[in-house]
C-alpha cells in the first residue's frame, strides 16, 4: 500500500487537468444550455498557441522561468480567438433554434479545429514536442513531483479562486448568474445577455488554455488529437461533478482522476479481478463510477436545482 | 432573414470542412511520376499511415516502394511494363485499411499492395484482396496468426493464399528479445505492458511465454489505453514491483511518453519493445531519459548490409524528404518481390500480361526468390518470410545503435 499516497498524488494532477477543462463545459452549459463539444478542441488550439510563442515569438534558449508566462499568455489569446470566434460565427446564429443544431455544429467545429492544426500547424501532423522546466523531480516522503507538475498543482487552485471571485464579486459575474437562471429576465433588468455569453465563453477558453500548457509541460508533447478524449473527459467530470456548478467541475474532475488512478492501481490486486484491473479498464470504472452517481444524484456531486431549468 | 443567414454560414462551414478534408487527402492519391518505355502500366498499391501518429514509418514505407518502382522503370527491368505506385493512407485504423483494400481491388490496373503498416489493419484487408487474388506483401506485418492462423501455437494453418510478408513474426521477435535479455543483459525480472492491439499484445504474450521458460519472473503486467498519454499511475506501478526490465508490446507514439513517465516516476530502469517502437520519434518523445531504452527489429541493421548500401545511397540520391525508418528496406524488397512477380508472369505469357494477371502474379509470388536489400529474399509455405535476423537496438546519444544481431531457432 506504500504506492497509495503516490497514486493519489498522480490522480489529483490528471483530475486537476480534467477540473480546468470542465470549467468551460460547464460555464457555457450553465449560461446557454449548450454542450460545447468543441472545448476539448479550445484546450488543444491553447496549447499550440504557446508552442508558437516559444517557437517564433521567443529567442531561441529562453529560460522557462521567462518564456511561460509569456507562451500562457499566447495560449489564452488563441484559445479565447477562437472560443470567442466560434461563438460569434457557429452558436450565435444559431440561438434560437432546437438543441440539437447547436450540438451538431459543435462536434461538427471540433473536427474543422482539429483538422485545421493537423492540415495546417508546422509539422503537427504527428506530436509535437513542448517544452519543459529542467531539474527536478522533488521529492516529498516517497512522493515524487515533476517539475512540470508544479505548474498545474498551482494553476488549478489559482485559476479556481480566481473564478470564484469573478463569478461571486463582480457586477459582470452577477450578470452572468442572472442570465443562467433566467436569460428572458435578466436581459428585462438591463444584464446584456449577449455580452454575457461571450464572456462565458472567453472565461471557459481561459481555463482551457491554462490546462493546454499543464498538459504541455506534463507529457512534454502535444499533437492535434490531444483535446478528444481529454475533452470527452473533461465533459464526464463537468457532468459528475454538476453540470452548470463551477465548483462541480473541480470537484468533478478530481473524483474521475482519482479514480482512474486509483482503478488502474487497485483494482487488479482483488482476488479475480485481475483481468478488469489495467489501465484500459480504467475509463469503464470511471464510468461506472458516473453511472452510480447520476443514479443516486442525478443532479451531479454538487448540481443546481435541476427543477428550476425545465 | 436570419434562416438565410444561418443557411449561409452552414454553406461556408461546410464548405470549408470540405476544403479541409480535401487538404488532407492531398498526400494519398499521390502516385509515383516516372513514366518509362510506355506500354502497359502497373500500379503497386500501397497501405500505410501516411498521416497521424505512425506517419513517420508509414511515410517511409511509401517512399521505399516508391523507389522500387522507379529502379524498375529506370533499368527497365520488366520489358514493356511501367510499373506506378498509388499509396492510401489507412490512418493506422483497420477500417480505414479496409476501406483502402476494395478501392485498390476496384483498380484493374493494381497487380499487387505493398502493406500495410499495422496487423491490426492486415486483418482487416486480408480476405478483401484474398477474394480478388489480388497479392498483398506486407514490409511490418509480425502477428503470428496473419499467414500461420489463429491456432498457430497448435496446428498451423495458412488462411490467405494471396497474403506474404517480408517481415519477421513476433513468434520469433517476442522470443529473441526475451534471450537477449535474460542471457546478455542479465535481466531477471521484468514488468509486461501492451497496448491490447494485434500486434502490441501477441508480441507481449510470446515474450512472456520465454522469459517464464528462462526461469526469468514476470514482477507485474499492465493493459495501457492507446487512447490516453497519461500513464502514471502505470508508471507507479512499475516503480514499485521492483523490475529491472519493462517490456512494452505497442507502438512508439504511447511508448515514448511510457518510458519518459516510467523514469520520472523514479524507476530507472530500461523499457524494452518490439519493432514498433524502433524510431527516431520515440527517442524524440521520451526525451533525454531514454538512453539504454532497447528494441528489437526485423533483419539485420540495413546501413551494416553490403546489400543495403545501393538502397540506401538511392534513397538519399531520390531526395525523398522523409526517412526511411525501420521499414524502408523491408518495403522495398516487398516491392521488388512483386515486381519479381509481374516479371516472371510476363515472360511465361510471352512478353504481355495475362487476362488473369492478379491469380498468376498470387501464384509466381510464392516461387519469387531474389537478393534484396535486406538478404536473400523468400517465402516458406505460410507466405512468411525464410530470412529469420533480427537485431537489438539500443539508444545511445540520442540514436538508436545496434547491439546484438542473430537469428532466432526455437
Redesign the interface.
Known amino acids: 500500500m506504500n504506492e497509495l499516497p503516490q497514486q493519489l498524488v498522480n490522480g489529483l494532477l490528471l483530475g486537476s487537468m480534467y477540473g480546468l477543462v470542465a470549467i468551460g463545459y460547464t460555464m457555457v452549459y450553465g449560461i446557454v444550455q449548450l454542450i460545447n463539444f468543441a472545448h476539448g478542441e479550445i484546450f488543444m488550439t491553447g496549447a499550440f498557441g504557446a508552442l508558437s510563442v516559444y517557437l517564433w515569438v521567443l529567442p531561441d534558449g529562453t529560460t522557462m522561468w521567462v518564456a511561460l508566462p509569456l507562451m500562457l499568455i499566447g495560449a489564452i489569446l488563441v484559445s479565447v480567438i477562437v472560443a470567442v470566434g466560434a461563438e460569434r460565427l457557429a452558436y450565435r446564429p444559431l440561438r434560437g433554434a432546437p438543441r440539437l443544431a447547436p450540438l451538431i455544429t459543435a462536434i461538427g467545429l471540433s473536427l474543422a479545429l482539429q483538422q485545421a492544426v493537423w492540415a495546417w500547424y508546422p509539422e503537427a501532423k504527428s506530436a509535437r514536442t513542448f517544452p519543459q522546466i529542467d531539474g527536478g523531480p522533488f521529492h516529498l516522503g516517497n512522493v515524487t513531483i515533476q517539475t512540470g507538475d508544479i505548474f498545474l498543482f498551482a494553476a488549478a487552485p489559482i485559476s479556481m479562486a480566481v473564478l470564484a471571485y469573478f463569478v461571486m464579486k463582480t457586477r459582470t459575474g452577477r450578470g452572468m448568474q442572472a442570465t443562467a437562471q433566467d436569460p428572458d429576465t435578466a436581459k428585462l433588468m438591463g444584464v446584456n445577455t449577449d455580452r454575457i455569453i461571450v464572456i462565458a465563453f472567453a472565461l471557459g477558453a481561459t481555463f482551457a488554455a491554462v490546462g493546454g500548457v499543464a498538459y504541455g509541460l506534463k507529457y512534454g508533447q502535444i499533437d492535434y488529437k490531444m483535446g478528444f478524449i481529454l475533452g470527452l473527459k473533461a465533459f464526464t467530470a463537468a457532468v459528475l461533478g454538476g453540470i452548470g456548478n463551477i465548483y462541480g467541475a473541480m470537484i468533478g474532475g478530481v473524483v474521475l482522476g482519482v479514480a482512474e488512478t486509483l482503478a488502474t492501481a487497485y483494482i487488479a490486486d482483488i482476488p479475480g479481478m485481475d483481468k478488469f484491473g489495467s489501465q484500459s479498464w480504467a475509463d469503464v470504472w470511471a464510468f461506472v463510477l458516473l453511472i452510480l452517481v447520476l443514479l443516486f444524484r442525478p443532479q451531479g456531486l454538487l448540481g443546481e436545482r435541476v427543477a428550476d431549468r425545465a | 432573414m ?1 434562416q438565410r ?2 443557411i449561409a ?1 452552414t454553406a461556408a ?1 461546410a464548405a ?2 470540405l476544403t ?2 480535401a ?2 487527402s492531398r498526400d494519398s492519391g499521390d502516385k509515383g511520376s516516372d513514366s518509362g518505355s510506355g506500354g502497359t502500366t502497373v500500379v503497386i498499391g500501397v497501405d500505410a499511415p501516411l ?6 514509418l508509414g511515410l517511409g514505407i511509401k517512399n521505399s516502394v516508391d523507389l522500387a518502382a522507379k529502379t524498375a522503370n529506370k533499368e527497365d527491368y520488366v520489358k514493356g511494363i511501367t510499373f506506378e505506385i498509388q499509396a492510401l493512407d489507412d490512418q493506422g485504423q483497420p477500417s480505414s485499411g479496409q476501406q483502402n483494400a476494395t478501392k485498390l481491388v476496384a483498380d484493374k490496373s493494381v497487380l499487387g499492395v505493398v502493406g500495410p503498416l499495422n496487423s491490426s489493419v492486415a486483418e482487416s484487408m486480408q480476405k478483401v484482396f484474398d477474394d480478388a487474388k489480388l497479392v498483398e506483401v506486407s514490409p511490418a506485418n509480425t502477428n503470428p496468426a496473419l499467414t500461420q492462423g489463429t491456432n498457430w501455437q497448435t496446428s498451423k494453418a495458412r488462411p490467405y493464399k494471396s497474403y506474404f510478408r517480408t517481415a519477421t513474426t513476433d513468434a520469433i521477435q517476442g522470443p529473441f528479445a526475451a534471450q537477449y535479455l535474460f542471457n546478455d543483459a542479465k535481466k531477471k525480472k521484468v514488468f509486461v505492458i501492451d497496448d ?1 492491439k494485434t500486434y502490441g499484445a501477441g508480441l507481449a504474450a510470446t515474450f512472456t511465454e520465454e522469459f517464464k521458460k528462462l526461469g526469468g519472473t514476470v514482477a507485474g ?5 492507446p ?8 508508471a ?2 512499475v ?2 514491483s521492483g523490475a529491472d526490465v519493462v517490456y512494452y508490446g505497442g507502438e512508439y ?1 504511447q511508448a ?2 511510457l518510458s ?1 513517465q516510467i523514469k ?3 524507476a530507472k530502469i530500461p523499457v524494452i519493445g518490439g519493432d514498433g517502437i524502433y524510431s527516431a ?1 520515440f527517442i ?2 521520451a ?1 533525454a531519459t531514454a538512453t539504454g531504452d532497447l528494441a528489437t527489429s526485423v533483419g539485420a541493421p540495413v546501413e551494416e548490409l553490403p546489400s543495403a548500401k545501393e538502397f540506401v545511397a538511392n534513397y538519399k540520391a531520390a531526395g525523398y524528404k522523409e526517412a526511411y525508418e525501420a521499414y524502408g528496406g523491408y518495403s522495398y524488397d516487398s516491392g521488388w518481390a512483386i515486381i519479381e512477380a509481374v516479371k516472371k508472369v510476363v515472360e511465361d505469357n510471352g512478353g504481355k500480361l495475362p487476362s488473369d494477371a492478379r491469380a498468376k502474379v498470387s501464384e509466381a509470388m510464392q516461387n519469387v526468390s531474389f537478393d534484396g536489400v535486406t538478404g536473400k529474399v523468400s517465402f516458406d509455405e505460410y507466405g512468411d518470410a525464410t530470412n529469420k535476423q533480427l537485431t537489438v537496438y539500443a539508444v545511445k546519444n540520442g540514436a538508436w545503435e545496434s547491439v546484438k544481431s542473430g537469428t532466432y531457432t526455437g
Request: aromatic share 2%.
Open positions: 436570419r443567414s444561418l454560414i462551414l470549408g470542412a479541409l478534408t487538404c488532407g498521416t497521424g501518429d505512425l506517419s513517420a491490447k503486467s499492465e493493459h495501457i489505453n487512447d490516453t498519454k497519461d500513464f502514471s499511475a502505470v507507479t506501478k516503480k514499485n507514439p515514448g511518453p519518459k520520472a516516476a523514479g520519434d524524440k518523445l526525451g
